[in-house]
């Protein structure tokens, strides 16, 4: 752990003092400004909703000789004013994609024929699509509802596996790449679709598996901490962050390459749309959920506790003392509890000897409570 | 402790390399979806509060239309209140949606003749059999003399006719119910020719099964149906000109359900029996099919999609090389990261594969489970969370050495600590994923139902891959020594 060491060697071993909690307030308000963006955005020009959401008729079919140009008129011949078309794909995987509301009376099929005219191919080749709006409105719906479960199981068994808390701060950190998501994706007019829906519910996934792993580590430490009240809550957070904090990266990296390769060669090369309707929201939601694992449920998980009268307490001795109370091992270095007998074993030791101050310290609490009121 | 980490090694991967071999012996590989190989699915859905009875009655109406358009391995579930059909790799797509989402109309026709089977010679001298067998009565008639009854006069009166005189003009399709048509009868074994009507599903009240004796079915017309029932009743009864068999046709969606002897003149609305060997499926299927002809359903068509083929295969192609690429760099990453343990990962991914391509691909040979881009892309994400299990276990394995604990009992602690960990974090990924697979529909079941299978397939993998090669692995001085993890300073 000398000052020698480089940052990799550090991070390799887990070894970082990176402070994740005391400077919650610049993560929380970055943050902050991400979704105020996002939903000012949203207010102001909604979501880019696909035709499965809003009812309508899409078209693919290859490029072959036509542009976007050339097939705007062909479909505006065809009767649709208000068409729009746009190229998917790169060299002979070119597509062109062309999405409308069907008027009165207008058969998709007369259009797909002068769709597939215009680009010189069988009408075999065209890819259509058609979507009733009330179809749309039950898809919606039904996904919501699917997402107001999720999020309502994956809380409870989380509250069930640990504590409350926790299931907060993980419930917060999803609510958060869910608003950073639906953010970005106003903002930049990305088409919402349901691969769109699907991708973020992944992330949500990750996120939590993400959250639960450096949540494992804080409730093994907290544990230990209960014992020898070495350091306050939110030092010990800190601590377990910085120790899996290389796995955290490493996660974070193994997901985001297949995710990449989808999105850079499934969708931008191979012009694969679905791929890329995946991909896009994939990566953003990783790299929110990457960040709102760290930087949101963490800290928010680390203010929660503090409230607690048992850790107020331990902070209020650390504080006394002086700062950090030297722990009996390298903190970073050892994961305590290693074992549930020994850490057994060691609390009760432990608890023997800290067993003669809690009545003075109680007081003093008390006392100090009502200093900071007034 | 050593022979049982070798048992379940062993055991994991003899089960991966039967699933593989079984797959390839049989020759079933994972069946595609439409959107990877081309086709056409639409959703149908009935009106709200439509009776769950008269969907699956629909459900087998558009089962029939779909064998008959030759598609291979159509498939026609029903979730929830909607059916979802997919049609893969069906030519002409547009068609075969318009086919689908008809509404079937239930109608009485009276039978003009009755024909053999198209391209087979009429055996001179029988009559046909599958009429003589129902009849329709009074109930109260006691069921026995109506069916003797029946018999005798359906062979009477089925005159078979020659060859030469087979030829009709009739329409085979049954669109207008106001000109002659011939229709076959469910199984086939017979061809009618049937005359024009004007009484539709419309002037039945409701219809149902019951044992007296045997098999009846009770029939119960509107009081605005039933004339018109009687009049064509009549006229059957009467052998008059345009019923000369006799026989009453009931016929929904191009195909004669039954086609009853008319045993009296006129019915009493609510008096009308149909018997004569019924078994109990027969009679039950008969009323279900009168039911549904008494309301029968407008399918709404949701979401129609047509897939052309060249974009399927683009798909696939893009999705396998995505996939392909994908896997090459996390597995690339792990063994620059863990060296050693990166093969280890390599290893595990192979076993988690042939597992998963196994599973897959009896899935799609039993249950028709066909695997579209939604589940290629829950599979490859899937990917990087079994990376993730790796990585959380081998950073726990680093966190128990660095404390100071041998590799041997970091490997036991360190796995019991990591596989806490990943089964707690697999298990809220799988609620995840039953949530989505039970509460929508389409594209994100696809996804919910591979993102499930990989969550399992992850824990299992872990336990009985990876903990005993790991363990086996830290026995050996080889890989003890030296950079087994990268982890330096380590007491060994």
Redesign the interface.
Known sequence: MSDSTSVWHKL???ETRISFIPRWRLWFALSGVVIAIGVASLVSQGLNLGI?FEGGVSW?V?AGDASVDGMRGAVEDAGLADATVQTVGTGS?E?LRIKAELQEGQDP?EI?AAIAEEAGVDA?????????K??GD??TS??Q??LI??LV??SL??AF?FEWKMALATLLALLHDILVTVGVYSLFSFEVT??T??AI??I???S??DG??VF?RID?NAKALAVTGDRTYSTMVNDSMN??L??TL??S??????????LV???LV???T??QE?ALA?FIGLASGAYSSIFIASPALALLKEREERWRTVRQRVERLGGRVPAPAPVA???VA??ADDAEEEISSIRQASREQPTARAIQARGRKKQRRR | MRRRRSTALIFIVLVAITGVVLSIVTDSSPELGL?LQGGASV?L?PPDGTESESIDQAIEIIRSRVDALGVAEPDIVRQGDTVLVELPGV?D??RALDIVGQTAELRFRPVLNVLPPEGEEPEPTTTTTTTSTTTTTVAGETATTAAETTTTTTSTTTTTVPPDEIETTAPEEDTDPAVEVVLPDKDGSSRYVLGPTTVLGNAISTASAAFQGEWTVHLEMTADGIGGFNTLAGECFNRAGTCPTGLLAITLDGQVVSAPAIREATFERDQISISGGFGEGEAKDLSLVLRYGALPIQL????????????GK??L???L???A???A??LL??LV?YRLLGAVVIAGLAVWGSLMWSIVSWLGATQGLALS??GV??I??S???T??SY??FF??L???I????TIRTSVD?GFR?AF??IL??D???F???A??YL??????RG??FF?GLSTILDVTVAWFFTRPLVGILARRRKFTSGSFI?VRGGAV
Not at chain 1, 126 to 131: E, G, M
Not at chain 1, 253 to 262: C, Q, R, W
């Open positions: 390799y071993n887990g499965e693919q290859p995987g597509r099929v797909a075999d080749e065209v890819t259509q699509q058609t979507v009733s009330s179809w039950q898809i039904k996904a509802r699917a479960v999720f199981l994956v068994y989380i596996r349901p691969a829906v699907i519910l992944t949500l996934g990750y939590i598996y639960i792993v494992d093994e120790q899996v290389m796995r490493n996660t990296i193994t997901a985001l390459l297949p995710i990449l390769s989808l060669l499934g969708s191979l012009g694969a679905t791929l995946f994939l270095a050892a994961p290693r074992d | 959107d959703v859905q030519k797509q547009q709404e068509r949701q979401d129609a999609q047509t897939v052309s083929a060249s974009l683009d798909s192609n893009a999705g090389l995505a996939g690429v994908g896997t760099l996390v990453y792990m990261y881009l939604a892309t829950g490859i994400v990917i990087g969370v990376g993730d990585i959380v950073e726990r680093k966190d128990e660095r404390g100071g604990a602690r600590h806490r960990t707690i974090a298990t809220s990924a609620i995840g994923a949530t989505l509460l929508t529909v389409g594209p994100v996804f919910a993102l990268g």
